[in-house]
């Protein structure tokens, strides 16, 4: 069986590719199981630093569960079913640890709309055909890996209800419109696009930039005030660190400085 998510690195940034474009990249076991792997092996392994996700061909970023498989146990439990728990994490909780770019270079829709969802960055093509929404509620269920929490926190509430409410997929215009993706590139420019950015943040320090997306996705659920202290509290930690000190010292040489993740 051909590899359902193919997984490359180059220059600390791993690139994930769902490879399914004739059923339009849709979810089936095999590629919810890869792609849960490819995402611990992203986590795990020090020499990444952030990972791009995109899809095959030009028409789906991922389409959503494969609803025609029909294989047992993952067909019964709905789209849900297709993000394994055997890497022993669940999808709509998974924290890769290091900054996720989404390069939606097609629909994005149902699962594959939350899976752009998980991502920290998102940015999307020059596509006329492409729609990004939640349909469940047009099929009889809702969204089970995480869409009903994750947009709002993502986007104004008012819009999120009308994508979660009343199914509205958005063309890839009105995604920038309402904060969905924060750029809109030409479909031969989204993959560099995104690697570039990724290759940026890689080049940060490793320790600071976990910190931010700690303290960026920790916020929702507190106070301000909590999240002053949590902050400050992780400050305290990156201060601690040989890069804290690189940075500064860098700039004043003048050179660009070398990050270790120490």
């Avoid at 220059?11 to 089936?28: C, G, Q, S, W």
């Avoid at 940015?123 to 890996?145: Q, V």
Wanted: proline residues 6%; negative net charge.
């Amino acid at each position: 069986m051909a590899d359902e998510v193919l997984f490359d690195v180059s220059e600390r940034v791993a690139t994930i590719t769902l490879n399914r474009p004739d059923k339009m990249n849709t979810i089936n076991s095999a590629l919810g199981s890869q792609l849960i792997e490819s995402l611990v092996e992203v986590r795990n392994n020090d020499e990444i630093r952030s990972a791009v996700i995109t899809g095959a061909g030009d028409r789906a970023f991922c389409a959503g569960a494969d609803l025609t498989q029909g294989d047992g146990p993952a067909a019964s439990a709905g789209p849900a079913g297709h993000f394994p728990t055997n890497a022993g994490d669940r999808f709509d909780e998974f924290d890769a640890k290091k900054p996720l770019i989404a390069a939606i270079n097609g629909h994005a829709l149902g699962g594959g709309f939350e899976i752009a969802l998980v991502c920290d960055l998102r940015i999307g093509a020059e596509n006329a055909r492409a729609r990004l929404g939640l349909p469940e509620i047009t099929l009889g269920f809702f969204p089970l890996a995480g869409g009903p929490m994750r947009l709002p926190r993502a986007i104004p509430q008012a819009y999120a209800n009308e994508m979660l409410y009343l199914g509205r997929r958005l063309s890839m215009e009105e995604a920038l419109q309402w904060g969905v993706i924060s750029r809109l590139v030409p479909q031969d420019q989204l993959l560099p696009t995104a690697q570039e950015m990724a290759a940026q943040v890689a080049g940060y320090a490793p320790i600071a930039v976990r910190a931010m997306k700690e303290l960026i996705n920790a916020q929702g659920d507190m106070t301000l005030a909590q999240a002053n202290r949590f902050g400050g509290s992780l400050r305290w930690i990156v201060g601690q660190t040989a890069d804290s000190k690189e940075g500064p010292r860098a700039f004043a040489e003048g050179r660009q400085p070398e990050f270790k993740g120490e």
